[in-house]
């Protein structure tokens, strides 16, 4: 599996996670694995736990840089990619803040209605500009 197909396999991970909010993260993410035929790969893990672990911090990020929307508003499915995406921006230096923002976009597209790809582009954008990203 490529990592477009790993990030994919951590968007529906965390998406169902949002819904387990009492089990033991460890044991959802060996089952999650088993259900979804997955291999443990490294970066699926990191960004699984590594997303869940900064969730407030990626909250408030997202909300911030979302203005008028409050995350209650949001699908789970359109915070999830923006959060997985926020997070290998700002934490992941091998993905290209372009390359996370355009799998964000392509994820979108598959999961969610044909407005969101706009609205997760162009808050994912404004989060790469307000970091400097954009400037390296």
Known sequence: M?????REAAFI????ADFKVDEDLNEFYTTALEIGGYE???YLKTVFFG???SKPE??????????GWKLSRLSKVVLNIMRI???EMLNM??????VSIN????????????????????????VASNKGLKNK
């Open 40 to 42: 443990d790969d490294e």
């Open 58 to 67: 990626l909250d408030a990020e997202i909300e911030a840089t979302a203005k």
């Open 93 to 98: 230096k091998d993905v290209p803040f372009a």
């Open 51 to 53: 997303v869940l672990d």
């Open 13 to 16: 991970m965390l998406f169902e």
């Open 103 to 126: 799998e964000a976009v392509e994820l979108a597209k598959k999961y969610d209605d044909e407005k969101a790809p706009k609205f997760v582009n162009g808050v994912l954008n404004t």
């Open 85 to 87: 995406s926020v997070y």
């Open 2 to 6: 490529d990592r477009r197909g790993y």
